[in-house]
């Protein structure tokens, strides 16, 4: 009876490799080789095995003999290559490899392992090119996709990268490592939400694995989904302390949701272990700002060693220090990084915002050459046009300037796309959802508490100023922007009452709200335990002025306005912080604005919502200080009118302007660019806000 290929001695070692079953394989493997030692195949299925047993150097043995009894082996070549790669040997194991696709040029495994050699030595060029024809050759094979894709996103082929993951995820669905190589890569190209969901996958497949739940946790802080984020960094710790960038990103969480003080314990923490790491100072840094801490912040990053972070070390060094209103000494740690790199831009742009500064003209010359090149990442590229725009601005060059602004938007829009239909329907829902009859039934689920008092508004539209002045009376302090209704928004979806938000505040009953609200006056009562009132003047919390009247009573909301030509402009004319993808458009901003407006008129006339004209602010302050004043519930005291030396730190594009005297020439800025603003017109007037 004839043997069957299954039953011959290299059917069961092959059988036996698939197995797991070493020994087996070996025995069956030296049959072959006793009965004749130059067996090609035996001698490559024994390197295998050797090879499994991760003794290397008895493999790449058995490869080269395999090779001599069978030269055109092409298996035989890429084991001997990744063999030869394992024991350090990585030239010679590239040519074998070459060899290999020399002999089988589209098999996939080979193409891989030449990729990951490529890799290895650096050569991202050739390591792509590699597994981009293994991809083609295997368009289903995940672990050749997962490669193809992590190096695509190395190499800044960010949206390339997320597709490439996001087939590999399709095609091993059942793969945690899959998901997480997905998640980061959605992660670095922005979609933040699309993250998590990738995570949470990862998550449900390695449930015990604890780098997965830092993973997974970090993508919910991102997104300010700080209740479920928090207490998943805690387990993940809880099992694995020193896990790496556990500390640090659970300080991040911690920061995002407003636990400053704990935030810089963990980073503590995370620079213990990790002393001299830029990022983790930095990250130190800005949590002990946020704490009231900024002397020590500063103390922290100058303490790093010499390192090529120190430029944007030491320009953040500079920003602290024009927060702390210490313009001068920013100024001179701008020039100390100009002095080693004449071409940082942060330094270059800071100097120009700070305090209305001039460069000379060899900067100007060098900032502009720069801006013209085009090669600058896009934050810089921004930051430099608009630097050069405020230089022509401040000349009364308008046409220049606008160019200048209108080229940094052009950037702006490419690289933060916005979608105005979406904001549109985010208004129309809100409206829809905070009806006059929820809104009307606020106070009874709200908590008693006089001391919130939030200061909302446009971005630009003299909220920063409102701050200062109330933050300036001995009763108050002022948070800056706090964030603290965006993050229990996010939030909310999760913390009982279930569905999307704004549809589920329909559902909140007294029970859910009461711990929310107990959480927003913790962390103001943290910051400033003695104040009578904490303001919080984060301009996005237009959006959540109905969620606040369901927190808190009575309601303290003071909106900021301007002529919204001159704060449409301002916006344009400014990197805001944060996303601001409408701003780099006038004809979306003009849309943006129109609604926001909307918005705004629907909680006048549901709620008491005090009203400060940035115009009226400036011409007459001390009527307006004092109607300021008493919408907070505050007794009047002249502190507020000394609002310029207080000591507090300011962290928005207003910090140089709030320290000054007050003056009119902001108002009606908008004609001075009125040639170039009808876009911007026609948007207002279709919507309703044109005069």
Known sequence: MAITAAASPLGRARSALAEGNLREAQIACRQVLTRNPRHGEALFLLGVVAMQAKDAKAAADLFRRA??????????????????????????????????????????????????????????????????????????????????????????????????????????????????????????????????????????????????????????????????????????????????????????????????????????????????????????????????????????????????????????????????????????????????????????????DNRGRELSPAREQTLADLVARGDLPDREQIRAAFALGHLHDRRGDFDAAFAHFAAGNRVRVRAQPFDIGAHIRRVTELIKTYSPALLARAPDLATKSELPVFVVGMPRSGATLVERMLAAHPDAFGAGEFHDLFVLRRNLPYAGSGGSYPSCVAKLSREHVAPLAEWLLARRRALAPQALRVVDKTPDHVFDVGLAALLVAPLRVIHCERDVRDTCLSIFTNTVGGQHGYAGDLKTLGAWAAHVSRLMRHWQACLPIRTVAYEQLVRNPVATARQLAHDAGLHWNDAVLDFRTSDQTVATASRWQVRQLLTTQAIGRWKNYAAYLAPLERALEEFGEAD
């Not at 070459?98 to 002999?103: D, G, H, Q, S, V």
């Not at 990862?202 to 802080?221: F, G």
């Not at 995370?270 to 002397?295: C, K, Q, W, Y």
């Open 67 to 352: 090779i001599a009894a069978e030269p055109k082996h092409a298996d035989a070549h890429m084991n001997l290559g990744i063999a030869l790669n394992l024991l350090g040997r990585k030239g010679d194991g590239r040519e074998a490899l070459e060899t290999a696709a020399k002999l089988k040029p589209n098999s996939p495994q080979i193409q891989y392992n030449l990729g990951l050699a490529e890799m290895e030595s650096g050569r991202h060029d050739q390591a792509l090119a590699h597994f981009r024809k293994a991809a083609r050759a295997a368009p289903r094979d995940a672990t050749v996709l997962g490669a193809l894709g992590v190096l695509q996103m190395q190499m800044g082929q960010a949206r390339d990268g997320v597709r490439t993951l996001k087939k590999a995820a399709a095609v091993l669905p059942h793969r945690a490592s899959a998901f997480r190589n997905l998640g980061t890569a959605l992660q670095s190209v922005g979609d933040a939400d699309a993250a998590v969901e990738a995570f949470a996958k990862a998550r449900a497949l390695a449930p015990d694995d604890a780098a997965t739940k830092v993973l997974a946790a970090s993508a919910l802080a991102q997104v300010r989904r700080t209740f479920e984020a928090l207490p998943l960094f805690r387990e993940a710790l809880q099992e694995k302390p020193e896990i790496p960038g556990g500390a640090n990103n659970y300080g991040l969480a911690l920061k995002a949701d407003l636990r400053f003080d704990e935030a810089v314990a963990e980073f503590r923490k995370a620079a213990a272990a990790r002393p001299g790491d830029a990022r983790v100072a930095s990250n130190l840094a800005d949590a002990l700002v946020l704490a009231g801490n900024a002397g020590e912040a500063i103390l922290v990053l100058k303490a790093l060693p010499e390192s090529r972070d120190r430029d944007h070390v030491a320009n953040q060094i500079a920003n602290i220090q024009e927060r702390q209103g210490r313009f001068d000494d920013a100024a001179a740690t701008f020039e100390e990084v100009l002095h080693r790199n004449p071409e940082n831009v942060w330094a270059l742009a800071g100097l120009v």
